[in-house]
């Protein structure tokens, strides 16, 4: 005997994580319609998926699905594709849920649902820790900001793309909390690669020097992730540069609103910059690296 039919999701936005994550949720059987912002690539994507659907529009998504999710680049992004005149959105539309995956400000998430609730939809801000290989293995932490019967109602599918769904309060809050890990994240990595500098330049072998680290009190998921294409100079993107400039340049917004110091992300911040500007924007962030081996006039 069957169970109840799965709810129509609408994904919209397949680059390096959500096309992994709208895949998870297609190989759970669950019906999809997919939009993109890049004409062709939500057809290539669902070319050989039968039970996905083309939309041309967010608001032809809107009108086919019980549950929009987004998976989009920022605030403006976000706000545009939900609520915009063509949005998913654009009309009232009681019963449906949002989740937005993004990573964007806390702000932009509330004031998102506060124009969604006036038009009868649930929203979620509810975004993700974990790169592309999590994405594509369904093990991706996320953290939901909203109401618990909405986090309840998105978590069957929740689960299918992350090994940790926590609910963490209310709207904006999941925001908040990606934000300050992410922060962490770049200071982790920013400093990893100093070190690797430090070491080269002292003569130590780095070898070594992982292998010390990942034994001690140095150890760390950065060491871990980024230390071995630091070394080799691989710099695939599995999350871009610039996305984690962004996620700290929002953390520091929102720390120094709250009047508190972040010293540490903001250190990372400009590395990132720096980084971007000698041209890996759109490399893995490992490449904060080369801020420092600029600083030092060296290649590890």
Known sequence: MSGPALPHVGFLGLGIMGARMAANLADAGYPLTVWTRTPGKAADWAADRAIVAVADSPAAVGAACDVAITMLVDGDQVRTVLTGPDGVVAEPRPGLLCVDMSTIAPIDAREIAATL????????????????????????????????????????????????????????????????NNAVAAANAATLAQALVAADATGVDLGHLVTVMAAGSGQSRMLDLKA?????????????????????????????????????????????????????????????????????????
């Open 228 to 300: 071995g294409p630091m070394r080799d100079h691989d710099y695939t993107t599995l999350f871009k540069l610039d996305h984690m400039r962004k996620d700290v340049r929002l953390c520091l917004a929102e720390t120094q609103a709250a009047g508190v110091p972040f010293p540490a992300a903001a250190a990372a911040g400009e590395a990132m910059a720096a980084a971007s500007a000698r041209g890996f924007a759109d490399a893995d962030f490992a490449a904060v690296l080369e801020a420092f081996e600029g600083l030092a006039g060296r290649r590890i």
């Open 117 to 180: 609730h006036t038009r009868g939809t649930a929203f979620l801000d509810a975004p993700v820790t974990g790169s592309s290989p999590a994405a594509e293995a369904g093990t991706l932490t996320i953290m939901c900001g909203g109401g618990a019967p909405d986090v309840e109602r998105a978590r069957p599918m929740l689960d299918v793309m992350g090994k940790l769904v926590l609910h963490v309060g209310e709207t904006g809050q999941g925001q908040m909390l990606k934000l300050i």
